[in-house]
């Protein structure tokens, strides 16, 4: 690809080597914010899967990201993982995903009974918690405390500047506690 | 006071970050560390639910899904340029992405298994037939394509692809029959080059004075016998195809190694990627002197066979050595071609080209060979020999491993040799040298003999001069 194509031109193109760069730069980020709400690797593999293909079939269409790829990504996992709950809780008598226990939650101590129990009892309380709120507050957690994104990174991502960013993460921070402080705290 | 709040918070985070413990976090706003602490915990116990690891292969299954669907894609652009109402075509991938995660996949999963069960002969045996222009052409394009990449890596891809060109030219040929106008794409050797009346891959191919030619290395138009190109153009009632681009596909390029590293070669300036299937003479070293067999494609120069100059032919490879030219039989034959048998196993059948028990045969396109014959097959192939030493086959058919031993060639090769005419060529090697040999056995008929048998009466020629000696290649 000549090197005067931006990545996105590439994708539009539907270049080889400019889909390579743009999966293998950015799947890492979309796998850890879908495996971050969904906590099961299977469903992450599947979402962060989908979200690149609605890109390409986007992009085909003619209405893909113009400027914010990353931005698009991440609101596009964000949009399939509420699908994803969405479809979950329609399904009576099936168990919902915070209820799975993982071997990845807030183990202190795997081998203490009681740290396990524990840990998986607070990780379910504070995902159960993260879909109730809204879906700013929602992204800004994941994106934060997920991804490990900056402030700034996040604010680019949300399109928002920094101060509004701070702003959002206190009060998302704020409805988790008020969410969970009778059972977590 | 919000924003104090804000900032205070901010700053705690990163404090958090870089391991500074919480309450040593909370001295900095002590009028604010009620409020903080609780929301300091919170934030330190999500972020103990993130992962760290990304497991590389979901990774590698995920891009390689997007790369197949990026294909299916182009391939839908390049066809609805032409059918634009075949829109309908994306419609499953569409319903598919609306499903469910897990459903989507089963789906898609379905689907890959449904189009291999369809290639190995099922339902799609009316698409199978379908030719350009039609409707249910981009369904056979579609599922070749997926058998394509589905198929393993090597000769067995190799020879998909081989069919899959072997398949244009025949549908292109049906369209000319049946006088359709239909733009086409193909590709083919350069059979014949007669001004602007070319023949490629059997296809009557019209050069306009604005046809494109692209590829070739030099920026020209030479183009010459042997080259295998692709033709995009459109069919003509009156049979030919009305050439719009010429791409250069695969030629020879000589030249001396500047440098060499594992994938690329630098080769007078051109650089070359090389393959695992790239067949190389060993020893070859910057500043020797070589023969590049090329294959262009549009994503770079890839190097089938790189040898020395002077390479001895023919190799018992299965890649072409780089010194046949085929050419076009009957037509331009001339009195100095010579004919020989060859007998021997099938061992590839590619588009231009047999090895006949590691023996490289030309097929051009009025080389008569039934459909019959199989790879593993014992054969005899009637052959002219060009005047560089390549062989171009005339006839193949199937013949008895017990033939060579009886009445057959052998018999008319024993009396040629005795009547001594110089348009003979001395078996070499002999039949009775080495029957298990791997080299093929090669028997010297007189070209203008069209049966076997017709060599017992042979009558010697009136002017043996013309008709130099040639001596097969050992």
Known sequence: MSAALSELDGLRLLDPQAITSIHNRYYPEVYRFAYYRVNDEVTAEDIASDVFMRLLEAVHEGHGPNTNLRGW????????????????????????????????????????????????????????AINELTEEQKQVITLRFGNGYSLDETATVMGKNANAIKALQFRALAALRNLIRKDLL | MNDQLFEALDICLKARETGIPLDDCLKLYPEMASELRPLLEIAQGTASMTTKQVPVDAMYRSRTRLLVRAMQLRTLNEQSKQHSFLSWLTLPIRSIRRMSISAGRLVFAAMIAILLVLTSGGLLVTSAKSLPGDTLYPVKRAVED???????????????????????????????????????????????IDRNQWIVGGIPVDIKSNTTFVGSLDGTQSMELGMQVEVEGVTQREGWVDAQEIH????????????ISASKWQISGIEFQTETNTQIDTGILAGD?????????????????????????????????????????????????????????????????WVISGQITYIVANTEVPDSIQIGDYVSAHVVVESNGSYTAIIIEKAEPSDHDGEGYDQATQENNEGEDDRYVTPTPSPDDDAGNEVPEITATPFDNETPEGTDNHEEPEDPTETPTLTPTP
């Open chain 1, 73 to 128: 990504l991440i609101s596009t996992t964000s949009n399939i993982v509420n699908d994803y709950f969405r479809k979950i809780y329609n399904r009576p008598g099936e168990d919902h995903p915070e209820m799975i226990e993982s071997d990845n939650l807030l183990v202190e101590d795997p081998v203490d009974p009681i740290a396990l129990t524990d840990a998986v009892e607070r990780s379910r309380l504070i995902q159960s």
């Open chain 2, 289 to 353: 002197d070589v023969t590049v067999l090329v294959r262009s494609e549009d994503n770079g120069l890839f190097a089938l066979a790189i040898v020395r100059i002077g390479h001895p032919v023919p190799t018992p490879s299965i890649i072409p050595t780089i010194t046949p030219t085929p050419t076009q039989l009957f037509e331009n034959q001339s009195e100095n071609n010579a004919e020989l048998v060859i007998t021997g196993s099938v061992e590839l059948m590619a588009v231009n080209y």
């Open chain 2, 146 to 192: 997926i058998g394509y990449h589905l198929a393993p890596r090597g000769e067995i891809q190799q020879t998909f692809e081989h069919n899959y060109i072997q398949q244009r030219i025949t549908e292109v040929q049906s369209l000319i029959n049946l006088k359709r106008v239909q733009q086409v794409s193909f590709e083919g050797i350069v059979e014949s």
């Open chain 2, 248 to 259: 250069l596909r695969e030629y020879h390029f000589i030249g001396m190694v500047e440098s």
